[in-house]
C-alpha cells in the first residue's frame, strides 16, 4: 500500500530538549516536504525537499531543520523546541510527473510546554 | 509566487442540499490545482485535481469542481450533501515546474441532518 508514514503521532516534550519527528514514503517519491497546522492559518510549508541532499526553505522555516539523505526518508529535526512550536505536523511527498497529487502522513500533533 | 484563497472559513448547508467551496488562485504559467479533504485526525487526502482538458473535473466521493480559467477560480461543488462530508476542505495549485503546492488556509464544511 502506497504510504507515507510519520512518528509519533503524539509527542509531549519540554522546552529546549531536541526531537525528530520521521518520515518515510514507500512510493520512490523525489519530492517531500513539512507542513505544519494552525488554526486559521491553514498548512504552512516549513522545508521541502526535491531530491536526496536537496532541501531549501519554505514559508515558516526558523527553529525547524531537515535532512534527505536517503530518497525515502525526511526527518524533522526541532533543536531546541519552543512553545510556539506547539502544532500539528504533516509529511507529504508527491512524485515527478507533472501531474501528480501530494500523498499525506497521518500528522504529528506535537505539545512543547 | 503563487497563491489560494479560500474566501469562507465555513460553510453551513443542509443534507440533500447542493454544496459549493469556493477557491480562487494565482499562478504565473498554467495551474495545476486540486482539492483535497481533511477528517478529524486525520491527513489529508486527494479528492480530484485539474491538469488540462475538460473544465469540470470528477472526483472522490461525489465530488466535482469547474475551473474558470477567467474568474481564476476552481470551486468544489457536490449536488447532495452527506453529513458525512462534514470535513475540512483544502484548494491547492502549483504551476507545472514547481512541484511541491500551495494551499488554502481551509474551508470548514459543517453538513446539517
Known amino acids: 500500500e502506497a504510504q507515507v508514514t510519520q512518528n509519533p503521532r503524539y509527542l509531549i516534550t519540554v522546552t529546549g530538549k531536541k526531537l525528530t519527528v520521521t518520515c518515510s514514503q514507500n512510493m520512490n517519491h523525489e519530492y517531500m516536504s513539512w507542513y505544519r497546522q494552525d488554526p486559521g492559518l491553514g498548512l504552512r510549508q516549513i522545508y521541502y525537499?526535491?531530491?536526496?541532499?536537496?532541501?531549501d526553505k519554505g514559508d515558516v522555516p526558523e527553529g525547524y531543520k531537515v535532512s534527505r539523505k536517503e530518497k525515502r526518508n525526511f526527518p524533522l529535526i526541532l533543536e531546541s523546541p519552543s512553545p510556539n512550536q506547539t502544532s500539528l505536523y504533516f509529511c507529504?511527498?508527491?512524485?515527478?510527473?507533472?501531474?501528480?497529487?501530494?500523498?499525506f502522513g497521518q500528522g504529528t500533533r506535537l505539545t512543547v510546554v | 509566487a503563487q497563491s489560494v484563497a479560500q474566501p469562507e472559513d465555513q460553510v453551513n448547508v443542509a443534507e440533500g442540499n447542493p454544496l459549493t467551496v469556493k477557491c480562487t488562485y494565482s499562478?504565473?504559467?498554467?495551474?495545476?490545482l486540486f482539492w483535497y479533504v481533511q477528517y478529524p485526525n486525520r491527513g489529508l487526502q486527494f479528492l480530484l485535481k485539474?491538469?488540462?482538458?475538460?473544465?469540470l473535473v470528477k472526483g472522490s466521493y461525489g465530488f466535482e469542481a469547474e475551473f474558470n480559467k477567467s474568474q481564476t477560480s476552481f470551486h468544489l461543488k457536490k449536488p447532495s450533501a452527506l453529513v458525512s462530508d462534514s470535513a475540512l476542505y483544502f484548494c491547492?495549485?502549483?504551476?507545472?515546474?514547481?512541484?511541491?503546492?500551495?494551499f488554502g488556509r481551509g474551508t470548514s464544511l459543517i453538513v446539517h441532518p
Open positions: 485539474y491538469i488540462t482538458g475538460d473544465n
Open positions: 491547492a495549485v502549483r504551476d507545472k515546474w514547481d512541484y511541491i503546492p500551495t
Open positions: 499562478v504565473s504559467g498554467n495551474p495545476y
Open positions: 525537499s526535491m531530491n536526496v541532499e536537496v532541501t
Open positions: 507529504a511527498s508527491s512524485g515527478q510527473g507533472d501531474s501528480t497529487e501530494a500523498f
